[in-house]
């Protein structure tokens, strides 16, 4: 019984790094411009979808082309920014690109149709079986490259917008637009890089996802209320929050799941969600934004 | 929320300076219009009322969506929780209880009144990008509950007792149900706009901050405009379930129906009363044809159309409608019933 407790904690913090690196991209793009990314999901789909391709058509390794799938949704996700979303922020309508992102959302899914199918996809390696027993617990390899590798990516990500200078206008442009801007800022410019850095996060976090995940168009939905819990719990835009509230989530989840079952499982992220809007929308670190 | 605000501050406040010249096309255009929507079920085949009765529930959620965000400007994303609340209300009301359908109607829109005020009260002190967050969340955890309690019979759904009439009677009364309580939802949201209740939920839009200043009870109004939103939200989904005999939490909960009724009222014109009604209307007609033309590409055509509308239609249809000339052709329609009195002057009227 505890045992079966202790190993449910360790899934939750092994699942926790991957919420965060879920949540992050979603969390930065909206602490940044104030963008709600419905799409945000499928980006994880297709990032997953990207993986599955590179795996099975030339057998590249999930994990090795991780950098390819970032820089081909970073691009994406670029275009997007400066054709579309930019247009809208210009003319003052930043409430219509929720709307917006719900549209590329149907249209990402339909694609996926196309190309892929509605058939279940996976990505099995041969390290997909190994696992270490520590204490009783089991630690799956998988599960522990994921963890390493979310943490990674986002310890480079705090650096990059804590110290290079594209980071630290992204930074300023969300504390203040006008005065980034008075600053000689490209505020739109900058916009861009947010939501292709944003896109490359969901990317990443599709491709850690595929070995652990059967990958369908579809996949997306139950992602989004965790991509929400974790923005919200973290505070957006806040990347050490991200980390923190996936760990929370990811805890909370499983062992919520331990007690009620596997049917509660999303409903008990989102109950989190809801709970922390009401008690503490400012998130439980406190703090908006990476100071 | 602050970064919102210009958005808001551009838009003309609908109905705020209303048009001097003459309203009298309006009145005469409505007059024509539901006139033909009344008698249009003589001449239409069963599948087409049955399309339209979609087509007025989806006029009815996008009318409600209006009255919360296109006037106070609170952006209920996930509205559709009522209409899946109202449709689970008539479903296990009907079936486990044997409530009549009309109680059982009545119920899911007091009931959806009630969630909506007991949820609405705490999450509408939000600021509005947080409330837009919260109520997706209330979607989703809802759809989760009622997926897993047993009363709703789970993920297999509610079959609703089938009417024991003609099926061509069945689609009238839907049709003009649908149509009755559309036509209810367009009302009152005109009285919202000529009260005071249109002037304090408007004045929370433009400036929350200022609004609370001047003394307006910022939460009362906000948690009063969500309940009469939730009120026919649950109505139209209570008509679905019986319309459609079968429910299920996939489908009444779901987060597409609840960006389509948004879109429209968005696409009509947000904060106008006819605006998210020509919405609905035009896109779900729209949706109907895509569908059954191209299914394969169905939501890649749906996607680049909502992109393609906010990109070139974020104000809303009415805008450009109100564009129109209206006095000057209000002048050309008396003068074609003057033709015999040409001659006489015009100051003679």
């Known amino acids: ?291 | 929320m602050t970064a919102q605000q210009p958005s808001i501050a551009t838009n003309p406040a609908p109905g705020a300076k209303r048009a001097k010249p003459s309203r009298r096309p309006l009145i005469i255009a409505l007059v024509l219009l539901s006139t033909f929507v009344v008698l249009l079920p003589a001449v239409l085949g069963g599948y087409w009322m049955r399309v339209l009765t979609v087509v007025f529930i989806f006029a009815i959620m996008a009318e409600s969506v209006n009255i919360i965000a296109g006037y106070a400007g609170y952006n209920a994303l996930g509205n559709a929780v009522f209409f899946g609340v109202g449709a689970y209300i008539v479903g296990v009301t009907t079936t486990q209880l044997n409530v009549p359908f009309w109680a059982a109607l009545l119920l899911a829109g007091l009931g959806c009144v009630a969630y909506s005020v007991v949820i609405g009260y705490p999450i509408l002190r939000l600021s509005g990008r947080y409330f837009l967050m919260a109520t997706l969340g209330l979607l989703e955890i809802t759809r989760e509950v009622v997926l897993n309690l047993d009363i709703t019979g789970g993920a297999q759904g509610i079959a609703t007792p089938v009417m024991d009439v003609s099926p061509e009677f069945a689609n009238r009364l839907f049709y003009y149900l649908a149509l009755a309580v559309l036509a209810t939802v367009v009302w009152v949201t005109w009285w919202i706009q000529r009260h005071n209740m249109g002037l304090a939920l408007r004045a929370i839009k433009f400036d929350e901050e200022a609004a609370r200043t001047m003394g307006i009870n910022s939460t009362w109004y906000k948690t009063q405009a969500w309940a009469v939103s939730a009120f026919f939200t649950g109505l139209a989904g209570g008509v679905y379930a019986y319309f459609l005999a079968y429910i299920e939490p996939a489908s009444v909960f779901e987060i597409a129906t609840s960006v389509r009724m948004y879109i429209e009222h968005v696409f009509g014109g947000a904060g106008t009363v006819f605006g998210p009604v020509l919405g609905a209307l035009i896109l779900e007609l729209l949706s109907e044809f895509v569908w059954a033309r191209f299914t394969e590409i169905h939501y890649l055509i749906l996607g680049s159309l909502v992109i393609l509308i906010t990109l070139f239609v974020p104000k809303g249809l009415i805008s450009y409608i109100r564009k129109i000339p209206v006095h000057r052709l209000d002048a050309w329609v008396i003068g074609l019933f003057r033709r015999d009195s040409a001659g006489r002057e015009e100051s003679e009227d």
């Open chain 1, 1 to 291: 019984m505890g045992g079966e407790l202790m190993q449910a904690v360790v899934n939750g913090l092994l699942l926790g790094g991957f919420y965060a690196i879920l949540g992050v991209g979603f969390s930065l793009v909206y602490g940044v411009m104030g963008i709600i990314n419905l799409a945000h999901a499928s980006l994880v789909m297709i990032g997953a979808y990207l993986t599955f391709t590179f795996f099975s058509g030339w057998g590249l390794d999930p994990f090795l082309s991780l950098p390819i799938v970032a820089v081909v949704l970073f691009i994406f996700c670029w275009l997007t920014q400066k054709y579309i979303l930019n247009s809208l922020i210009r003319r003052g309508f930043l409430g219509m690109t929720v709307v917006s992102t719900f549209g590329l959302n149907l249209v990402l899914i339909n694609i996926a149709l196309l190309i892929w199918s509605a058939n279940y996809r996976g990505v099995v390696t041969s390290y997909s079986g190994v696992a270490f027993d520590f204490v009783g617990v089991r630690l799956p390899l998988v599960r522990i490259i994921i963890l390493v590798l979310s943490l990674v990516i986002t310890y480079v990500l705090y650096q990059f917008l804590k110290r290079t200078k594209t980071g630290k206008a992204i930074r300023a442009v969300a504390l203040n637009r006008d005065a980034a801007q008075l600053m000689g800022i490209n505020v739109y410019g900058i916009y861009s890089i947010t939501f292709g850095i944003g896109g490359a996060l969901a990317g990443m976090a599709g491709g850690l996802l595929s070995p652990i995940s059967s990958i369908t168009p579809f996949m997306g939905g139950p992602l989004l209320g965790i991509v929400f819990s974790v923005a919200v719990l973290g505070g957006l835009g806040n990347v050490n929050g991200a980390v923190l509230a996936g760990v929370v989530l990811g805890v909370a989840q499983v062992v919520g799941v331990y007690f009620l079952g596997t049917p509660w499982q999303l409903a008990i992220s989102y109950a989190i969600f809801i709970l922390v809007l009401l008690f503490r929308p400012q998130g439980i670190m406190g703090v908006k934004f990476v100071r």
